[in-house]
Each structure stands twice: as structure tokens, then as C-alpha cells.
């Protein structure tokens, strides 16, 4: 089973800017999906965005036009690059890949 590891999380003000990522122990195939995921105190685990491939990405409506995630098979990683950030953002941001989660990395937003 890969193991994950996040960083990137922190504090940052509404309308900041964080770049997460995600390393995998073992190697990656780009055909398979990688995703990040977030959950906030009180809240269950929700979708953020995911990207199989290349290029072919999505993302949640509530992150879309604000997020972008991107990966390096070479270096079996994932980033989320978050801009615009909200106080809503505000959760443990988890990376997952082929039944694996990671450790989560805590993103706060507030003034």
C-alpha cells in the first residue's frame, strides 16, 4: 500500500495563498486518479479536487476557479496551489491515491 505524506498547510489570511502537497512513498501511474479531499471540524470528509493523467482534472464547485491541482509522476506528487482562500476553507486537507489516505495537513483562513 503507498503511503502519503501532506505538507503545505498553515495560517493565512482571507485571500491568501497555500500550496499543498502530496508525496507518495512508492511510485505512481499517472492512468490512476489522485485527489484531494478536505474536512472541517463538525463536518464529513468532502471531495475538493482530483486529477487523472496529465491534465484531466476537476474540481468541487465551492474550490473551482480558485484551486488548481496538478502532478509530477517523476516525483510521485500531487500539489493543490490554493488562492483566493476563504475562512470556509478552513479544514484538514487530505490527499488520497488508490485507497490511501494521508495524514491530513491543517489549512486554517482567518484574519
Known amino acids: 500500500q503507498v503511503q502519503l505524506v501532506e505538507s503545505g498547510g498553515g495560517l493565512v489570511q482571507p485571500g491568501g495563498s497555500l500550496r499543498l502537497s502530496c508525496v507518495a512513498s512508492?511510485?505512481?501511474?499517472?492512468?490512476?486518479?489522485m485527489g484531494w479531499y478536505r474536512q472541517a471540524p463538525g463536518k464529513q470528509r468532502e471531495w475538493v479536487a482530483s486529477i487523472s493523467g496529465g491534465t484531466n482534472t476537476k474540481y468541487a464547485d465551492a474550490v473551482k476557479g480558485r484551486f488548481t491541482i496538478s502532478r509530477d509522476n517523476s516525483k510521485s506528487a500531487v500539489y493543490l496551489q490554493m488562492n483566493s482562500l476563504k475562512p470556509e476553507d478552513t479544514a484538514v486537507y487530505y490527499c488520497h491515491y488508490v485507497g490511501s489516505w494521508g495524514q491530513g495537513t491543517q489549512v486554517t483562513v482567518s484574519s
Open positions: 512508492g511510485s505512481i501511474f499517472s492512468i490512476n486518479v
